[in-house]
């Protein structure tokens, strides 16, 4: 009994390993910049024929907005502060600026690191992979490619998908930045001021 009971113990931390991995993925990865990507672009794009100039351009203007918001995102960061009230800001080299009401909270945690980049970086790839192989975007700027790589159309996505998250799963960010949903500090008090683990 004891054997089968410690079975049951293994695959509900491995099922809750799995789900909290599909968390942070989901959490890490550009939704709502996709989400607003893909109601747009067929609006911009005119369900990709592009007609005229003025299509093209705010197509245009619109990747690279998505694309900033992709990687802005990943170094945004949030915390509760000591009025108790949450505050989002961009992380730096020495915390969140701007860090208003952080008495008690130890905003050093918070500070830029490496891992930053990394997520920045492949989150911007995954949005560039379903943004510039999106049917509209092809059929707007490069409507050849469709006939021609086909192939490389159907598999790319996947495969950075796949290769992102990961990357994403493997090394998870506990970052809480602005536009996710709030979720439980780390931070603790120890002795009168708060750490965050």
Same mark, same amino acid.
Request: charged share 15%.
């Given at each position: 009994?004891?054997?089968?009971?410690?079975?049951?113990?293994?695959?509900?931390?491995?099922?809750?390993?799995?789900?909290?991995?599909?968390?942070?993925?989901?959490?890490?990865?550009?939704?709502?910049?996709?989400?607003?990507?893909?109601?747009?672009?067929?609006?911009?794009?005119?369900?990709?024929?592009?007609?005229? #100039?003025?299509?093209?351009?705010?197509?245009?203007?619109?990747?690279?907005?998505?694309?900033?918001?992709?990687?802005?995102?990943?170094?945004?960061?949030? /915390?509760?502060?000591?009025?108790?009230? #949450?505050?989002?800001?961009?992380?730096?080299?020495?915390?969140?600026?701007?860090?208003?009401?952080?008495?008690?909270? /130890?905003?050093?945690?918070? #500070?830029?690191?490496?891992?930053?980049?990394?997520?920045?970086?492949?989150?911007?790839?995954?949005?560039?992979?379903?943004?510039?192989?999106?049917?509209?975007?092809?059929?707007?700027? /490069?409507?050849?490619?469709?006939?021609?790589?086909?192939?490389?159309?159907?598999?790319?996505?996947?495969?950075?998908?796949?290769?992102?998250?990961?990357?994403?799963?493997?090394?998870?960010?506990? #970052?809480?930045?602005?536009?996710?949903?709030?979720?439980?500090?780390?931070?603790?008090?120890?002795?009168?001021?708060?750490?965050?683990?």
């Amino acid at each position: 009994m004891g054997a089968k009971s410690s079975k049951n113990n293994n695959d509900t931390s491995m099922s809750g390993k799995a789900f909290n991995g599909l968390g942070r993925l989901i959490k890490l990865l550009p939704t709502g910049t996709v989400f607003a990507f893909q109601f747009l672009n067929p609006i911009l794009t005119d369900n990709g024929r592009c007609e005229t #100039r003025l299509n093209k351009d705010l197509t245009v203007a619109l990747l690279v907005t998505c694309a900033f918001s992709c990687v802005f995102s990943t170094f945004t960061d949030s /915390y509760t502060g000591s009025d108790g009230r #949450r505050h989002c800001g961009i992380v730096t080299t020495k915390g969140i600026w701007p860090a208003p009401a952080s008495d008690g909270v /130890y905003m050093n945690a918070y #500070r830029l690191r490496s891992g930053d980049f990394v997520h920045a970086l492949f989150a911007l790839l995954v949005f560039a992979v379903l943004a510039l192989l999106d049917n509209n975007t092809v059929h707007c700027f /490069y409507p050849k490619f469709e006939t021609e790589q086909k192939l490389l159309l159907q598999v790319l996505p996947p495969v950075i998908g796949a290769i992102s998250g990961g990357v994403f799963v493997m090394f998870p960010n506990d #970052r809480h930045g602005i536009g996710y949903p709030a979720s439980p500090d780390n931070n603790v008090t120890v002795g009168g001021s708060s750490q965050k683990i």
